[in-house]
């Protein structure tokens, strides 16, 4: 008989082992359990962007105080802007109210009362059909500070009036620049936040007239008697001023017109 190699022998001894061990334990012998505080190959390709540390795969919320919320660093001054332009369309939107039967009366047009609120009305529906397509087509840049203008001169207009007809052109004129304005804020939600983040910058929307909605009359009323009925009308335009340079750059950097879809 021929004598056998001790190599041949141990190999075949190994495999007789090897193969008598349950899966798991092979399983463990081939590929050993990493020690405590290291990471296998597959644990190590597993780990996300905020733990590799990439800014540029981590999200916005991943990024600290860089875009995290409405009020982050990189939404704040666009959000309270927003928020700002809408509060002041609220207040006079409740104010003109208290201020409108004592500017009528004053322009002898108590006839032409119920005018200057269908003018507004009336003029503001049709500026909010063209407003989203002229957003369409030329980006909300435009058309927001076309509206917000427009608004601005219904208003010197109405708070310069000397005869009633006057006051009910310079309301429509103003209804004209709040539907542009009110459709052109809502296209800028859409193209400068993150979908995760639009929720609550519309619901910052209806919290904006909380406020003017409670406050308005009150300070309308006490303006009227104090300064007298046109500083209602003649005041907001210089107020719209501060949130429009806070929100500019942000504004100038939406895309103008949107993608065309496939």
């Known amino acids: 008989m021929t004598p056998r190699d001790p190599l041949d022998v141990g190999a075949a001894d190994a495999a007789v082992t090897d193969s008598a061990l349950p899966p798991q334990a092979a399983a463990s012998a081939v590929h050993p359990e990493p020690k405590a505080g290291e990471r296998g190959p597959a644990e190590a390709g597993d780990r996300g962007p905020a733990e590799t ?22 939404y704040r001054a666009l959000t309270l802007g927003i928020v700002t332009v809408v509060s002041l369309i609220a207040f006079e939107a409740s104010a003109v109210n208290t201020a409108m039967p004592v500017a009528a009366r004053a322009l002898d047009g108590v006839e032409l009362y119920a005018y200057a609120f ?18 369409d087509r030329k980006g909300p840049l435009t058309p927001l500070f076309t509206g917000i203008a427009a608004f601005a001169a219904g208003l010197l207009v109405a708070g310069s009036a000397q005869r009633m007809w006057m006051f009910v052109g310079g309301r429509a004129v103003q209804g004209i620049g709040g539907g542009l304005v009110i459709v052109a804020l809502y296209v800028v939600v859409g193209r400068a936040y993150p979908q995760r983040l639009q929720p609550a910058v519309l619901a910052s929307f209806s919290a904006a007239w909380v406020l003017p909605v409670i406050v308005g009359p009150l300070a309308a009323g006490t303006v009227t008697e104090q300064a007298g009925w ?17 929100m500019l750059p942000a504004l100038r950097a939406l895309p103008r017109a949107s993608a065309p879809r496939a």
């Open 53 to 74: 540390g990439d800014p540029d795969l981590a999200g916005d919320g991943d990024t600290g105080d860089t875009g995290g919320t409405v009020l982050g660093r990189r």
């Open 118 to 135: 269908s003018a507004y009305f009336t003029a503001s529906l049709f500026a909010m059909a063209l407003s989203g397509e002229w957003c």
């Open 230 to 246: 046109r500083w209602v009308f003649l005041a907001i335009p210089v107020l719209v001023l501060p949130p429009l340079a806070v």
